[in-house]
């Protein structure tokens, strides 16, 4: 297998319009034009695996009867893979607009092109959006976009914050948050927090009440005004996560106060620079027992491997016996682990397996040693 070891993220212009053509609209949708109001964005954080695109795919496939476009920020090389873990509603978003902000973390390089990319939405007027949905990478910083959407000039009359939504894992919380405490790692996860209208306490089936009791209270030790959700798979109630209009003159002054506090911090609070990720990418088909196994090697502890702090994986596989146009995605968050089924392949896509790992301390030529022997032969 050829290996692809990224650098920090890299900007990668979007197109002349802005936009990266993933758009599905529904001829019978098309709504009367209100150009005098301002089209919320919701912004949705969290940690690596917190549970953003499940919550993403739960809201595209609720019946809500709003025009939602979304805008995808990836990581290295996620690039595709968190595409295609979005499965597009049927019958319950009318309208639903991609955006992807390929390989670049929007916090540091990608502001323009977000902006462009939401005066673009905005300004599509033959479907008119209800709502913008911004799904971040797991190692964003808030601040800085949070920034763009509260204070830019130019989008003041056309887009509003509506609400910025944190995603938390119940299971790894009390680790990224312990070694925060003790390193200041994992300075996005804890900012995530800090920056939250709502706080969607997600994995709840992985924890017990009382460790629940006390991350809430962690939670609101962090920031106090935020409203906790508790979820499994982020079923929430859509109510209270879009159209919030979460601003009032209280949550005005605190976002505020975060955005003027977090100018004066250094990079290291910010950004964790130990992370990065590791890509296989290969074109053969692959045996999904041996790619498992490889991947149980990998995350399980006890194992021979022992990975510091945090391994995210996420991957795309061609697999024998199944139907050949299957994506398959397998998602490991440190030690816990499932494989399921994706979308189709579609059409004009370049159909390859591509594993990625997202971490501390990866050593690429273990990692590649694992996967050796899990294409298929014949
Ligand atoms: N047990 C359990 N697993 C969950 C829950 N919610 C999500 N998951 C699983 O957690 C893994 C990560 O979920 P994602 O929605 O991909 O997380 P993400 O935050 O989008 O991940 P990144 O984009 O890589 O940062 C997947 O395997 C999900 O199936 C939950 O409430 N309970």
Redesign the pocket.
């Known amino acids: 297998m050829e290996k692809e070891v990224d650098d920090p993220p890299v900007a990668v212009e979007i197109d002349q319009t802005g936009q990266q053509s993933y758009y599905h609209s529904q001829s019978d949708s098309k709504r009367p034009q209100t150009d005098d109001v301002s089209v919320g964005v919701t912004v949705i954080t969290?940690?690596?695996?917190?549970?953003?695109?499940?919550?993403v795919n739960h809201i595209l496939n609720s019946q809500h009867g709003k025009r939602i476009a979304v805008i995808l920020n990836e990581f290295g090389e996620?690039i595709g893979v968190?595409r295609a873990?979005i499965n597009e509603g049927e019958g319950g978003a009318l309208v639903e607009e991609w955006v992807e902000l390929a390989n670049g973390c929007i916090c540091c390089t990608v502001k323009h092109s977000l902006v462009q990319a939401l005066e673009q939405l905005v300004q599509m007027k033959e479907s008119r959006l209800d709502h913008i949905i911004i799904e971040t990478?797991?190692l964003a910083n808030p601040a800085p976009l949070a920034s763009v959407l509260w204070l830019d000039d130019q989008l003041e009359s056309s887009v509003k914050l509506d609400s910025i939504i944190t995603?938390v894992d119940a299971k790894n919380l009390p680790f990224q948050l312990n070694k925060h405490r003790d390193s200041s790692s994992f300075p996005e996860a804890f900012l995530q927090i800090a920056f939250a209208d709502v706080v969607i306490l997600?994995?709840?089936?992985?924890v017990s009440s009382e460790i629940l009791e006390e991350l809430e209270k962690e939670i609101h030790n962090i920031n106090s005004l935020t409203n906790i959700i508790h979820?499994?798979?982020?079923e929430v109630d859509l109510s209270k996560i879009l159209n919030c209009q979460a601003y009032d003159a209280t949550h005005a002054t605190h976002l505020e106060a975060l955005l003027e506090e977090s100018k004066s911090l250094s990079t290291r609070h910010l950004h964790d620079g130990g992370v990065r990720t590791v890509c296989i990418c290969d074109s053969q088909q692959v045996d999904l027992d041996k790619v498992d196994s490889a991947i149980r090697n990998i995350v399980i502890p006890d194992r021979t491997m022992h990975w510091e702090f945090e391994i995210?994986i996420?991957n795309l596989l061609m697999i024998r016996g199944s139907d050949c146009n299957l994506t398959r995605q397998s998602?490991a968050?440190r030690e816990?682990y499932?494989i399921?089924p994706a979308r189709k392949w579609e059409g004009s896509e370049n159909q390859m397996n591509k594993i990625v790992f997202i971490g501390h301390n990866l050593n690429e030529d273990v990692l590649l040693d694992s996967f050796r022997g899990c294409a298929l032969t014949t």
């Open positions: 969290g940690y690596l695996g917190a549970g953003k695109s499940t919550l996620e968190e873990m990478t797991g995603v997600n994995k709840v089936d992985l979820s499994v798979r982020c995210r996420v998602l968050v816990i499932d399921v």
